[in-house]
């Protein structure tokens, strides 16, 4: 059911690559609430994924983009206000990625290169691209930016590796930009820590079922799907949520807040019994 909370309003939708991703699900959202946006993600990304589907389904013309890339992330604003025909009320930055990660290194042998490529891409970008929106006013006073994070920013997580650090960073660019945005424009910058989600790079990491599991026994609510993140995002672009900034918004169904469940302590107790 739409409601039209985004009726009227324009948007750029960074990061969605094929209907597994959250970005992807956050675009679907954005159009039934009645909002027009651009698409930007890599060419690699463009070419393994089926941005285009998107691209037709929502009516969003897609714009290629290195976020990394100061001259690619300016053309994504400056051809998004050209597009859709004035400054942009909503952003989304779904972007993310660790070569540590993929090449499977530990975080106590990370190589470094590959660790300021994961800083870079993960959470400077999220910096570049509010820099150069403030730089050419690209977007409309009471906007909302948003980032997508995880609760590795805050615990340690095994297997997270470097991508915790970055996660930590962009947090806190939204912190720094949102002060700065939030006094001179009226501009809201949040992040949002959603549950571990299966997505196209979410499905390799290596023990993510577990987690999943894990956390579904530990959230009284139990996980959000993508599609529940899409919802969330939609409500934090809405006039509805003007007064939000500088938020690291939980979004995960409790799971922050738990230390054990009951769920949690019945299946600690079955690997007790196993071993009897």
Not at 56 to 74: N, Q
Not at 100 to 107: A, E, S
Not at 118 to 133: G, P, R, V
């Amino acid at each position: 059911m739409a409601y039209g909370l985004l009726k009227g309003k324009k948007g750029i939708i960074f990061g969605a690559l094929n209907d597994m991703s959250i970005a992807w699900k956050v675009a679907e959202k954005a159009h039934e609430e009645g909002a027009e946006f651009t698409l930007s993600n890599t060419r690699v990304a463009l070419r393994l994924g089926t941005l285009g589907e998107l691209s037709e389904k929502t009516g969003a013309e897609i714009i290629e983009a290195d976020a990394t890339s100061l001259k690619d992330v300016e053309n994504v604003l400056l051809r998004s206000m050209e597009i859709l025909g004035g400054k942009i009320d909503f952003i989304l930055h779904s972007i993310g990625m660790s070569p540590n990660v993929r090449k499977g290194l530990p975080y106590d042998a990370l190589n470094y290169d590959y660790f300021f490529k994961t800083l870079d891409i993960s959470a400077l970008s999220f910096h570049k691209l509010l820099l150069l929106a403030r730089k050419h006013d690209a977007i409309a006073d009471y906007g909302s930016v948003i980032a997508l994070s995880y609760v590795a920013a805050q615990r340690t997580l095994v297997g997270y590796n470097d991508m915790a650090d970055a996660k930590s960073l962009l947090e806190s660019i939204a912190r720094s930009f949102g002060y700065i945005y939030g006094r001179d424009k009226k501009i809201r910058v949040n992040t949002v820590s959603q549950s571990p989600t299966i997505t196209t790079a979410g499905s390799g990491v290596k023990g993510i079922d577990t987690l999943i599991d894990f956390t579904e026994r530990m959230s009284p609510l139990g996980n959000a799907t993508g599609e529940d993140c899409a919802d969330y995002c939609v409500t934090l672009f809405s006039d509805l949520t003007r007064k939000v900034t500088m938020q690291n918004l939980f979004h995960d169904g409790g799971f922050s807040s738990m230390a054990m469940s009951l769920k949690a302590i019945d299946q600690y107790n079955k690997s007790f019994n196993e071993c009897d």
